[in-house]
């Protein structure tokens, strides 16, 4: 039997208005090559001057994880070539990061787990790689944005474990703002060291690392690949033949880990100190400024069970994304109820959506939304109306929920004296079985609703009920 080890180290893109160390733009999809200058390119004579909005938004992150963080901080030159990399070194923190340790709390079929964050230092970004055939091409614009490593320690046993802890930093980021964590365009990107040692042993085996990881279900699928190899060139005997310390990428295609180079260890990089930029002292301002963070996920599930009587389910899926969290408030302040809110976003609208019709791109916006459930809280519409209405509303990608009560002629008539007077000609056309009601054969009520609900049409059923039950 074996146990795996897992540590994760997690680059987040800042979601800066320029890159850390120059005025360039951020901005994602440019022509290639535009948003750079002398800086960035690491040209002779260009010096880094260091982004203020940055260092602030690791201090925003720090204080979600109820981290350390560090006043005095050092930049550091992280020696490596790679044709994405201009200066032939990254600026980068190593002895003393911006961000000491903290600790981030995952949910688990089998209750919570702490997972402990070693680190989080900024450093710039490198550039992209694209290769074409037999042709390869450099695109420099990302070089030089900033970026949040965050670096766990080896804490997860098994790739669930580490696919929690990686959405509940995702979450952890976007709830903050300081990123929009899009794993598709690289802004939320993950290597995974992983090894094994027979259960019981406390020794730390070879670790492999499998680098730019951009998915949830591929860094799972990575994770269960690496772990099996592992385990069986050890059963093979071939485990210090075969399991080397070196950087390997995920095939997506064919599902599994290949050789990419050997691992460097720390001192291959030969950190030095940045001789071009001083040493970083956070004052007082920028501290609180960074530490003003908004509502974490935990903080807000925890308030909409205790304000709202949610269940903690309910809450949870609520504040699964940070879209749904926003829709949800955003419907509280038209004047629904938190119920009527969870029931008829969740398990409503979330319900129809399919494919790649999702809430930002169904067309429906949380006030159309509001204004549904009022009008059935308000007994305007049934609640089957109304999801004949919200059918619609998908269909055709939005529309006017009030003009779409009227066209379809779904208005509940709510006029006591409408619907007393229907009742009371049905009463008087079925004496009898007024009088076998009376003697005790309850089942026929559901034939009276039945028919005043066909006289009068578009009544208020639980009106109906309530009227029939006085008159009878």
């Excluded at 210090?240 to 050789?259: N, P, Y």
């Excluded at 969290?325 to 004047?335: D, I, K, P, R, V």
């Excluded at 007077?421 to 007024?434: G, L, P, Q």
Aim: aromatic fraction near 6%; charged fraction near 25%.
């Amino acid at each position: 039997m074996f146990e795996t080890i897992i540590g994760l180290e997690v680059h987040v893109q800042l979601n800066t208005r320029t890159k850390i160390f120059c005025s360039c733009a951020t901005s994602f999809g440019q022509e290639p090559n535009k948003n750079v200058c002398p800086t960035c390119l690491g040209l002779p004579g260009a010096l880094p001057v260091l982004n203020r909005e940055a260092v602030k938004k690791a201090i925003s992150f720090g204080s979600a994880i109820n981290a350390e963080i560090n006043q005095n901080s050092i930049f550091a030159r992280k020696n490596y070539f790679y044709p994405d990399l201009p200066k032939a070194y990254q600026i980068s923190q190593y002895e003393i990061p911006i961000v000491g340790r903290g600790n981030i709390e995952i949910e688990l079929e089998n209750g919570s787990k702490t997972i402990g964050v070693t680190r989080a230092h900024l450093e710039e970004d490198a550039g992209k790689n694209i290769h074409e055939g037999s042709v390869s091409k450099v695109d420099l614009n990302r070089a030089c944005t900033p970026l949040l490593e965050i670096v766990s320690e080896p804490d997860m046993r098994d790739s669930n474990e580490a696919v929690a802890y990686l959405k509940k930093l995702h979450s952890i980021v976007r709830f903050l703002g300081i990123s929009d964590a899009n794993m598709q365009e690289g802004s939320f990107r993950c290597d995974a060291n992983v090894s094994i040692r027979p259960k019981g042993d406390t020794k730390l085996y070879t670790r492999v690392e499998i680098k730019n990881l951009n998915s949830f279900k591929f860094i799972q699928k990575a994770i269960e690949y690496e772990v099996s190899r592992q385990i069986e060139a050890w059963e093979d005997g071939k485990y210090e033949r075969e399991v080397v310390q070196e950087t390997r990428l995920f095939d997506t295609t064919k599902g599994e880990t290949r050789s990419m180079r050997g691992k460097e260890e720390a001192a291959d990089y030969r950190y030095f100190p940045d001789p071009d930029l001083l040493p970083v002292f956070i004052d007082e301002t920028l501290m609180e400024e960074g530490r003003q963070i908004p509502e974490m996920p935990d903080a807000k599930c925890a308030r909409y069970v205790a304000e709202f009587g949610l269940s903690q389910a309910q809450a949870k899926v609520l504040i699964s994304q940070l879209e749904l969290a926003q829709f949800f408030e955003s419907m509280l302040e038209s004047g629904v109820s938190a119920k009527g809110a969870q029931n008829w976003l969740t398990n409503e609208l979330l319900g129809r959506l399919k494919g790649e019709n999702t809430l930002l791109t169904c067309g429906i916006d949380s006030k159309t939304l509001a204004t549904l459930v009022l009008r059935v809280e308000s007994s305007k519409i049934s609640g089957k109306s109304a999801k004949e209405i919200l059918d619609v509303l998908i269909e055709q990608k939005g529309g006017d929920v009030d003009s779409l009560i009227e066209s379809m002629g779904l208005a509940q008539v709510n006029d006591d004296g409408a619907i007393i007077s229907a009742i009371d000609s049905i009463i008087a056309a079925n004496a009898d079985k007024v009088a076998e009601y009376k003697s005790g054969k309850d089942k026929l009520f559901g034939f009276f609703v039945g028919q005043v609900m066909k006289s009068a049409k578009g009544a208020n059923p639980a009106r109906v009920n309530e009227l029939l039950k006085e008159r009878l």
